[in-house]
Nanobody
Framework: QVQLVESGGGLVQAGGSLRVSCAAS????????MGWFRQAPGKEREFVAGISWSGGRTIYADSVKGRFTISRDNAKNTVYLQINNLKPEDTAVYHC???????????????WGQGTQVTVSS
């Protein structure tokens, strides 16, 4: 069992930066691949970025490449998502997820956090 808790969301002006975090707990949480997804009101949950358990492989949605950076610190059991040059369309609840394998789709992840709200003002 893996528990995930996101933090770091908030209200930011367009063009600004934000780093959201996901703290994982559970005996083997550092051996899981991690993903970030986001869900805006009235829209489906969307894949944003993923990272392998070692951190050696990262994947991104095309829409965020160059602005979003995923990283992890296994000593702290924490995964980060650095978001630069924020745009109003980035407004969403950001969720982290964990699974044994790295994937791009929500059904491929077994464990989920409750999410943290990111709001970008224009």
């Amino acid at each position: 069992q893996v528990q995930l808790v996101e933090s770091g969301g908030g209200l930011v002006q367009a063009g600004g930066s934000l780093r959201v975090s996901c703290a994982a707990s559970g005996r083997t949480s550092s051996s899981y691949a991690m993903g970030w997804f986001r869900q805006a009101p009235g829209k489906e949950r969307e894949f944003v970025a993923g990272i392998s358990w070692s951190g050696g492989r990262t994947i991104y949605a095309d829409s965020v490449k160059g602005r979003f950076t995923i990283s992890r610190d296994n000593a702290k059991n924490t995964v980060y998502l650095q978001i630069n040059n924020l745009k109003p369309e980035d407004t969403a609840v950001y969720h982290c997820a964990a699974d044994r394998t790295l994937g791009r789709t929500a059904p491929s992840y077994e464990y989920w956090g409750q999410g943290t709200q990111v709001t970008v003002s224009s």
